[in-house]
């Protein structure tokens, strides 16, 4: 419901999940719906509501061990940090996030935290490296499952930061460093 833009209806899934999951003990899930929570607040602009269910999230992965789903909870986190210029941050999470998706495997959020290291990289002016990295967010996006390609907002994020790196190349510069990431 999230990712169609229902938030109303997403929002009351997901406090009815949290009820359920906290009474019946499930912390897992109970973790899960705080996260939902925080990305219908993501979604909704509420950037501090959505940082701080999302911060419980990663928190509790750390604790239980859990690589996968502290992956799965560092890409909002990492985007949510860049929509509030937190760039030391997203820098920390992002490459976090790569280490974690190229060790432990999963790589569905690869694209997400190759597109911020992409941004990363361009507003530090290498443009080059920003258009490599986002072009393999591109390619890698392509290969993954419908889960992802539900998510257009963030893909069209990803087109809207290419063309400002583009802008910033000369024709050569840029098909050079778009191939280099296509491969």
């Not at 999940?17 to 607040?41: F, K, N, P, Q």
């Not at 889960?147 to 087109?159: D, G, S, T, V, W």
Request: charged letters at 25%; one cysteine or more; proline letters at 2%.
């Amino acid at each position: 419901r999230v990712q169609t833009g229902d938030l109303e209806e997403s929002t009351r899934l997901c406090e009815e999940g949290l009820s359920i999951a906290h009474e019946i003990g499930d912390r897992y899930r109970e973790i899960g719906c705080i996260g939902e929570l925080g990305l219908v607040a993501f979604e909704r602009g509420e950037y501090s509501k959505a940082r701080a269910a999302i911060e419980q999230c990663v928190a509790f992965m750390r604790k239980m061990g859990d690589r996968t789903g502290l992956a799965d909870w560092l890409m909002p986190l990492s985007m949510i940090a860049f929509y509030q210029g937190d760039l030391s941050t997203v820098r920390t999470l992002t490459r976090e996030g790569i280490q974690l998706r190229q060790r432990f495997g999963g790589g569905e959020h690869l694209p997400h935290f190759l597109m911020l290291a992409g941004s990363l990289a361009h507003l530090s002016g290498n443009s080059a490296l920003a258009v490599r990295l986002l072009s393999k967010a591109s390619h890698l996006r392509e290969s993954l499952t419908l889960h992802n390609q539900l998510e257009p907002l963030r893909y069209r994020e990803l087109h809207q930061r290419l063309a400002v790196a583009r802008a910033a190349l000369s024709s050569e510069t840029f098909e050079q460093a778009w191939n280099e990431g296509q491969a």
